[in-house]
């Protein structure tokens, strides 16, 4: 005879941050069918060939990294779980995944070419830096232990994406490219909330390593993030040869690599902080996602839920 097959009971919560992770999760719920991308295409005809060039391969890498994460990212993350309503979570994530890695395909077929959307794709799964970041994350989620997994996964969302979120936030900072840029921050809204809820379970595990484990775990996270880090300097190189943003997005990304310590409740890094972020970006991310044109553009029939710009401070668990 089997074990008994338990049926998940929401009336006896574990752990009360899986039950305030869910209800903010399906909360801010949304749909890339939903922003009216189109609105944005005299802005896009705006720009010069080299920017409309960035912006698309930004988009691309972007759908690799959202892609890895509705494939494998969250699926791996699902063989050690603590709770069965932390599962519920990462079935709610692991879709927002896909909602993600669609919706720059909603993007690209609004700003671009099926020539262009060609080449864009064949660029993301060819770029040398850009598949080397996803193999390194992928082959921890296939072959890492439960907290590598999850050290993987913040490195990924809370780290990894800012090379591609620099550019929709540089323009909305400008005031271009605004629903596109609405897009970019509903997901960083998103992943705000899931590198959050992930760094807390690593702590809850890492916690309970005797000292000399700890510190082991945190030599390879280390390690692991000046690797990802150096890459990134590549990547970043590629992807911004055609403009003049190649140091300020890297300061972004060490920034950011810093914040993802933080969501692992890990010492910081680099030097760098919000103040030394270009200031056109930090307003563009601290700018709310529903302006009130947006909510004219959209009409009647669709009203988003209330949003707000996340950041770190909004959503502590304590
Ligand atoms: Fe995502
Ligand atoms: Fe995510």
């Not at 403009?243 to 890297?250: A, G, H, N, S, Y």
């Not at 760098?272 to 270009?278: H, L």
């Not at 970006?281 to 947006?294: E, K, L, P, Q, R």
């Given at each position: 005879?089997?074990?008994?097959?338990?049926?998940?009971?929401?009336?006896?919560?574990?752990?009360?941050?899986?039950?305030?992770?869910?209800?903010?999760?399906?909360?801010?719920?949304?749909?890339?069918?939903?922003?009216?991308?189109?609105?944005?295409?005299?802005?896009?005809?705006?720009?010069?060939?080299?920017?409309?060039?960035?912006?698309?391969?930004?988009?691309?890498?972007?759908?690799?990294?959202?892609?890895?994460?509705?494939?494998?990212?969250?699926?791996?993350?699902?063989?050690n779980?603590?709770?069965?309503?932390?599962?519920?979570?990462?079935?709610?994530?692991?879709?927002?995944?896909s909602?993600?890695?669609?919706?720059y395909?909603?993007?690209?077929?609004t700003?671009?070419t099926?020539?262009?959307?060609?080449?864009i794709?064949?660029w993301?799964?060819?770029?040398?830096?850009?598949?080397?970041?996803?193999?390194?994350?992928?082959?921890?989620y296939?072959?890492?232990?439960?907290?590598?997994?999850?050290?993987?996964?913040?490195?990924l969302?809370?780290?990894?994406?800012?090379?591609?979120?620099?550019?929709?936030?540089?323009?909305?900072?400008?005031?271009?490219?605004?629903?596109?840029?609405?897009?970019?921050?509903?997901?960083?809204?998103?992943?705000?909330?899931?590198?959050?809820?992930?760094?807390?379970?690593?702590q809850?595990?890492?916690?309970?390593?005797?000292?000399?484990?700890?510190?082991?775990?945190?030599?390879?996270?280390?390690?692991?993030?000046?690797?990802?880090?150096?890459?990134?300097?590549?990547?970043?190189?590629?992807?911004?040869?055609?403009t003049?943003?190649?140091?300020?997005?890297?300061?972004?990304?060490?920034?950011?690599?810093?914040?993802?310590?933080?969501?692992?409740?890990?010492?910081?890094?680099?030097?760098?902080?919000?103040?030394?972020?270009?200031?056109?970006?930090?307003?563009?991310?601290?700018?709310s996602?529903?302006?009130?044109?947006?909510?004219?553009?959209?009409?009647?029939?669709?009203?988003?839920?209330?949003?707000?710009?996340?950041?770190?401070?909004?959503?502590?668990?304590?």
């Amino acid at each position: 005879m089997a074990e008994n097959y338990i049926a998940i009971n929401w009336n006896a919560i574990e752990d009360q941050i899986d039950k305030a992770t869910w209800e903010k999760l399906t909360e801010q719920f949304w749909l890339d069918t939903r922003i009216p991308v189109s609105n944005d295409l005299d802005d896009w005809r705006s720009l010069t060939k080299d920017e409309q060039w960035v912006v698309g391969h930004v988009f691309g890498g972007l759908t690799l990294l959202d892609t890895l994460q509705s494939q494998d990212g969250m699926r791996s993350l699902m063989d050690n779980i603590r709770t069965q309503q932390e599962r519920a979570v990462l079935n709610n994530i692991q879709f927002m995944e896909s909602v993600h890695a669609k919706s720059y395909s909603t993007i690209f077929s609004t700003l671009n070419t099926p020539s262009e959307i060609d080449e864009i794709f064949d660029w993301t799964n060819s770029n040398e830096h850009l598949q080397y970041k996803a193999n390194r994350i992928n082959d921890i989620y296939q072959t890492g232990s439960p907290l590598e997994k999850k050290i993987a996964s913040v490195f990924l969302e809370t780290f990894l994406f800012y090379s591609g979120f620099f550019t929709p936030l540089y323009y909305l900072g400008n005031n271009k490219l605004t629903n596109v840029a609405e897009i970019i921050k509903l997901i960083i809204r998103d992943e705000s909330v899931h590198g959050t809820y992930i760094g807390y379970k690593f702590q809850l595990g890492f916690n309970e390593l005797p000292q000399d484990e700890q510190d082991k775990l945190k030599d390879w996270m280390y390690d692991l993030v000046y690797d990802l880090y150096s890459n990134e300097e590549g990547y970043t190189n590629d992807l911004y040869a055609k403009t003049d943003w190649t140091e300020e997005v890297l300061t972004f990304l060490r920034y950011n690599a810093n914040k993802a310590l933080m969501n692992l409740g890990q010492d910081p890094l680099f030097p760098d902080t919000a103040a030394d972020v270009n200031p056109i970006v930090m307003n563009g991310i601290s700018t709310s996602t529903a302006n009130h044109d947006f909510f004219s553009q959209v009409g009647n029939g669709y009203r988003l839920g209330e949003v707000e710009a996340m950041s770190d401070d909004d959503y502590k668990f304590d």
